[in-house]
């Protein structure tokens, strides 16, 4: 919650950020008092309550009004809006749900495309990844395919991306050597970052990919971290390795909040992007059980995506305040 600013003394601005640095919780009202933004205290003390689970299976399909036939095998996920989009890896089919009228249409058929990767953009673009043929796919939802974009002689092995809204930018993840090929949104080479690590072991596997302001995370399977990386490709991060088991999927929203699901069955670990806290679990009965293959925010919502539960729909609280 935005909270109204005023005037306050030299002497408090010094002292409350760092009590409460010391006191997270319990200084949290107190920091708000003092401040135009939400407390980074209040972001720790970070609350998910279910909001929806879309089970797949129930879906009807928006042309023939019949149950959609999917196979429920959910790799990826991504919204906007009243549009949702995951890929059913079984069907090998990328689909366009609206929530509005919970009902479902097959948007492309993707014989090769990889697990996680996809991105919905605020202008209704959809992007994929397919790593087989080595190509970024863009669809719209109404018109279907727009574009492919040959990455062949750049990536061997396009597996995730991410677009960066304020400069339209798109980052596709080479899984094989951590390469990003940084693409303006008609599919021209604009950079090919090269990770120059601090440490060479520092990223082992990187398999999926986010951004934030001014950053590029990267979720690493090889040591169950989150890397952050410089859009240079110069280490700025290792977040998370002490904390997380076997990584399956992260997103970072606009506040610089991490979400990152690992091998702990019924929970979430959630953090600061820029490590000026410690990360916390947030436990979620209802993904007890279930086997989380990807995560996306879109500010006020975590969609969680499951190998087989279904797509369970979060509301986050704090969301994020400009």
């Given amino acids: 919650m935005r909270s109204a600013s005023r005037p306050v003394s030299k002497w408090v601005r010094r002292i409350v950020p760092a009590a409460c640095a010391l006191l997270l919780a319990a200084c949290a009202d107190l920091d708000s008092m003092y401040s135009g ?3 980074d205290s209040d972001y720790w003390n970070t609350r998910l309550s279910l909001a929806q689970r879309i089970d797949v299976a129930t879906l009807v399909d928006a042309d023939s009004g019949r149950p959609s036939a999917l196979s429920g095998f959910i790799s990826a996920v991504a919204a906007q809006g009243d549009d949702l989009y995951f890929i059913d890896s079984g069907s090998a089919v990328l689909v366009h749900v609206s929530l ?4 479902a249409r097959t948007l492309a058929s993707l014989p090769g495309a990889s697990s996680g990767g996809l991105y919905a953009s605020s202008d209704g673009s959809v992007y994929v990844a397919d790593t087989y043929n080595r190509q970024i796919l863009r669809l719209d939802p109404m018109l279907g395919e727009l574009d492919r974009f040959a990455l062949g002689h750049i990536l061997g092995n396009p597996a995730d991306l991410t677009l960066i ?9 080479d899984a094989l050597d951590g390469r990003i090929a940084v693409l303006d949104v ?5 950079q090919l970052i090269e990770p120059q690590f601090f440490d060479p072991a520092a990223v082992s596997s990187a398999t999926a990919i986010d951004a934030g302001t001014g950053e590029i995370f990267l979720l690493d399977s090889g040591v169950d971290a989150i890397a952050g990386i410089s859009h240079e490709g110069y280490a700025t991060g290792n977040y998370g390795d002490d904390d997380l ?3 399956t999927a992260f ?5 610089r909040r991490l979400f990152v699901a690992d091998a702990y069955d019924g929970s979430l670990y959630v953090g600061a992007a820029d490590m000026s806290l410690p990360g916390r679990r ?3 009965p209802e993904l007890a059980g279930t086997e989380v293959a990807d995560l996306w925010t879109d500010e006020s919502f975590l969609f969680v995506a499951t190998r087989s ?8 609280d704090p969301v994020c305040a400009f």
Wanted: charged share 15%.
């Fill in 37 to 39: 933004q939400i407390a």
């Fill in 100 to 103: 509005a009228a919970m009902s």
């Fill in 165 to 173: 809204e304020s400069e339209r930018l798109l980052l596709v993840l």
């Fill in 186 to 190: 008609l599919g021209g080479l604009q």
């Fill in 245 to 247: 088991q076997r990584v």
């Fill in 251 to 255: 997103a970072v929203d606009s506040c």
């Fill in 282 to 284: 947030i436990e979620l």
């Fill in 309 to 316: 539960s279904g797509i369970f729909v979060f509301a986050v």
